[in-house]
């Protein structure tokens, strides 16, 4: 069992910058790849990113060049930052954590990206 829990979020002006974490606990954080999902309002959940156990990432086409993941196994966390941001990069934010056949969910974090 993995609980994940989001922080970072928040409102910022087009072209700013934010930094998401998603704390880890209850299971060996380091086997798991993590993921970074986003949804926006009247849309499906969208996939961001991902950083596997061994450090590889792997990046959606509408964030490319713009964010990146990281992760710090130390401190059981990954994170997203977000640099560029553009009105429709709002939307709830959700990390994600695999091992299969097992995947686990925070609770979102809201991203609003307005003048």
């Known amino acids: 069992q993995v609980q994940l829990v989001e922080s970072g979020g928040g409102l910022v002006q087009p072209g700013g910058s934010l930094r998401l974490s998603c704390a880890a606990s209850?299971?060996?954080?380091?086997?798991?790849?993590m993921r970074w999902y986003r949804q926006g309002p009247g849309k499906q959940r969208e996939f961001v990113e991902r950083?596997?156990?061994?450090?590889?990432?792997n990046y959606g086409d509408s964030v490319k060049d713009r964010f990146t993941i990281s992760r710090d196994n130390a401190k059981n966390t990954v994170y997203l930052q977000m640099n560029s941001l553009k009105p429709e990069d709002t939307a709830i934010y959700y990390c994600?954590?695999?091992?299969?056949?097992?995947?686990?969910w925070g609770q979102g974090t809201q991203v609003t990206v307005s003048s």
């Open positions: 950083v596997n156990s061994g450090g590889g990432t």
């Open positions: 994600n954590a695999y091992i299969a056949p097992l995947q686990y």
């Open positions: 209850g299971s060996i954080f380091s086997g798991y790849t």
